[in-house]
């Protein structure tokens, strides 16, 4: 997988806002915040997206949504909306898989 902003920043080479790590992922806030607490979750791991996932990922991937729940409880968020953009159709800028996690405002559903 080619490099991408995201592995800068899991090896310290730019900055973020980092709030949470363990040894298997990362999540700091958004830069561009689409609500008052806009964070990512993001594996260690590298894969591009989240279709690029393997049967072998699924510990991994169920730890990103613990995470996801566990800081965005930290956060003091009671409702809170996670979103995944898998692939360029689906508004996928950055190619590592990212959870955002949205909250501090009500959300409607469906999105647009
Ligand atoms: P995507 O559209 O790929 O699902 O979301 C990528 C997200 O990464 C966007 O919400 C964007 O604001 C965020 N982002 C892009 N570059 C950076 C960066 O350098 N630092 C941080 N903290 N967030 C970034």
Redesign the pocket.
């Known amino acids: 997988m080619a490099e991408t902003?995201?592995s800068?920043?899991i090896d310290r080479e730019?900055?973020?806002?980092i709030i949470f790590e363990d040894d298997q992922c990362l999540a700091?806030?958004?830069?561009?915040?689409?609500a008052p607490t806009?964070f990512?979750v993001i594996p260690k791991k590298p894969i591009a997206k989240l279709s690029d996932a393997e049967e072998a990922d699924q510990a991994l991937l169920g730890h990103l949504l613990l995470v996801a729940s566990q800081v965005a409880k930290q956060e003091g968020l009671e409702d809170f909306r996670l979103?995944?953009?898998n692939g360029a159709g689906?508004?996928?800028?950055?190619?590592h898989l990212?959870v955002?996690v949205l909250g501090g405002r009500s959300f409607s559903w469906p999105p647009g």
């Open positions: 902003l995201f800068k920043i730019i900055p973020a806002d700091f806030r958004d830069i561009n915040p689409q806009h990512l979103n995944v953009n689906a508004s996928q800028t950055v190619f990212h955002h």
